[in-house]
């Protein structure tokens, strides 16, 4: 099994992130047709005018039972599987090509499931947490090159905009 850690870096919003996130939904979504999965473009990349990992992040929800058929089917497209990656519920996977994505395979409305979505419509109802989100993927990102440690530093700000985003809810 690949290693989790991998270098990163933060960019500027990307207008073609839309596109390239939308075009990932269609493209598995017709994949997974047999498992009824429904797919969302989440993360950074899915919040218009949020700085980001130019990493396009789907979630695909499905039955329990169908979780690891679909893990299988989507290895088959080119994406490594790295299991939980320590997200209990999760089966992440990864593809660094010509357009770098992870695939987040969960059970559909799950909790986990919930807050993806959650956290993204919120920010995208909330640009001065966008922002400030923003800002703090920039400094976690000048103290960390790669993915764990720059993860472990956003810790913080994501739960509070997680609290407020529930608190909202």
């Known amino acids: 099994m690949v290693d989790l850690d991998e270098p990163i870096h933060v960019v500027a919003y990307g ?22 999965a429904d797919v969302e473009h989440i993360g950074s990349t899915s919040v218009p005018g949020l700085d980001a990992k130019p990493v396009i992040d789907v979630q695909v929800g499905c039955a329990s039972a169908h979780i690891p058929a679909v893990v299988e ?47 993204r419509d919120f920010l995208m109802a909330r640009p001065d947490l966008a922002r400030r989100y923003a800002r703090t993927k920039h400094a976690a990102a000048g103290q960390a090159s790669t993915l ?22």
């Open 15 to 36: 207008p073609a992130w839309a596109q390239m996130g939308h075009e990932l939904v269609r493209d598995l979504s017709r994949q997974l047709v047999w498992a009824s």
């Open 73 to 119: 089917a989507i290895q088959r497209l080119g994406f490594e599987h790295l299991g939980p990656a320590g997200v209990p519920g999760r089966e992440y996977l990864r593809r660094r090509s010509v357009h770098p994505a992870n695939v987040h395979v969960m059970e559909c409305n799950g909790q986990l499931w919930k807050d993806n979505l959650l956290l």
């Open 148 to 169: 764990l440690a720059y993860s472990a530093l956003k810790e913080h700000t994501i739960a509070e905009i997680m609290a407020a985003a529930r608190q909202a809810g």
